[in-house]
């Protein structure tokens, strides 16, 4: 982000972000100049070992009202589990994976966002945003 100003003394431009700057004065003036720096934001979920892993899993519906299913494909239930947070990242519910297609009851909930983390052996396998009316 940055922006060009203006006026009767001259003109310059700006950008948000610089963490590295100089000053060079002169007789006639001064200028400060920057290397803007971006800030990146980058999210890895799952396990590292997760490349040559089929896996499908799906929750619905979404938005939901009343209930979600949590189905599970092409993926071993042993040591999977589940838990939804709020948007505060606090752990509303949880429990382990039993059957291809599991129930989670969301009628006592706030309607607004939430986030349903699927894990295998404590290690998130995949994250879904879930939307309660």
Do not use: C
């Not at 200028?31 to 980058?42: H, L």
């Not at 589990?81 to 291809?100: M, N, T, Y």
């Amino acid at each position: 982000a940055g922006g060009d100003a203006g006026g009767s003394g001259g003109e310059f431009s700006f950008s948000i972000g610089q963490v590295v700057f100089e000053s060079h004065q002169g007789a006639d003036g001064s200028e400060w100049q920057g290397v803007q720096q971006p800030y990146e934001i980058s999210v890895a979920t799952g396990s590292e070992a997760l490349e040559n892993i089929q896996l499908r899993i799906s929750a619905f519906p979404n938005p939901a009202t009343s209930f979600l299913i949590l189905k599970i494909e092409q993926l071993s239930l042993r040591h999977l589990s589940w838990q939804l947070f709020d948007s505060q990242g606090k752990i509303l519910r949880q429990a382990p994976v039993l059957d291809r297609e599991n129930r989670i009851e969301v009628e006592q909930l706030t309607p607004a966002t939430y986030l349903l983390r699927v894990l295998q052996d404590n290690r998130e396998i995949t994250l879904f945003k879930i939307i309660k009316r």
